[in-house]
C-alpha cells in the first residue's frame, strides 16, 4: 500500500519537472559541494572524504537534484489551497492515512541528506544544516506557489536528516571497529 502511494505521488511530484531545471540544479549542486568541500578543507567544521571524494560530489549532486525535483521544482505552480501551517499534523492525529504515508515519504527522503551531510561537516555544524535545508526547502515552496510551510514537513524532513547522521555515524563505527580488529 505505501509503494503504490508513493509511486502516485512521485507521478504528480514531478509532473512540472523541465529538463532545463533538472540540469541547471545538477550542476549548482555539484559545484555548491565542490566549493564548499574545498572552501571547509582544514577548517572548523569542515571535513572531506578521503576516499574519492569527486565521486561524493558527483553523488551529493544527484540526490540534491532529485531532492529538489521531488520537493520544488517537479510541483504544478499554483494555490494549494487555504491549509495553514499546522495542516499535517492535524490530520495526523485525525488519522488520515494518506498523511501518514507523506510524512513517512518524507522522513525517507531526507535519511540521505543526513548522510550526505556527514561526509561534509562535523557533528556540531550537520544538525543546523539540516534543519537550514528543510526550512529553505519549505520557504521556497510557499514563495513559488509550488507547495505549503508546513510544520509537519519541517519536522519530517528533519527526524529523516537526523536519522541520517545517526546511520552515518552508527557505520562509521561499525566500520572502524572493523578495521582496528587484527586480522
Known amino acids: 500500500m505505501f509503494f503504490a502511494h508513493l509511486r502516485a505521488n512521485l507521478s504528480q ?10 540540469l541547471l540544479t545538477l550542476l549548482l549542486s ?12 582544514g577548517r572548523r567544521g569542515g571535513r572531506t572524504p578521503r576516499r574519492f571524494p569527486f565521486l561524493w560530489d558527483a553523488l551529493g549532486a544527484l540526490y540534491i537534484t532529485a531532492l529538489f525535483a521531488v520537493t ?5 505552480p499554483g494555490n494549494r489551497g487555504d491549509a ?6 492535524e490530520a495526523l492525529f485525525r488519522g488520515s492515512v494518506s498523511i501518514r504515508f507523506d510524512l513517512l515519504f518524507n522522513v ?13 561537516f562535523s557533528p556540531p555544524f550537520t544538525l543546523p544544516a ?15 506557489g509550488r ?21 552515518y555515524f552508527a557505520g562509521k563505527k561499525i566500520y572502524l571497529r572493523h578495521q ?3 586480522s
Open 147 to 167: 507547495g505549503l510551510f508546513e510544520i509537519g514537513d519541517i519536522l519530517a524532513n528533519f527526524l529523516g536528516g537526523c536519522a541520517g547522521v545517526g546511520l
Open 84 to 89: 495553514g501551517m499546522w495542516t499535517s499534523i
Open 130 to 144: 539540516v534543519l537550514f535545508t528543510t526550512v529553505a526547502i519549505e520557504t521556497a515552496q510557499h514563495v513559488t
Open 72 to 76: 520544488v521544482l517537479g510541483r504544478l
Open 13 to 22: 511530484y514531478l509532473a512540472g519537472v523541465e529538463p532545463w531545471s533538472v
Open 108 to 120: 525517507l527522503l531526507f535519511i540521505p541528506w543526513g548522510i550526505l551531510l556527514s561526509f561534509h
Open 180 to 182: 582496528n580488529k587484527p
Open 30 to 41: 555539484f559545484l555548491l559541494l565542490w566549493g564548499a568541500r574545498l572552501l571547509l578543507r
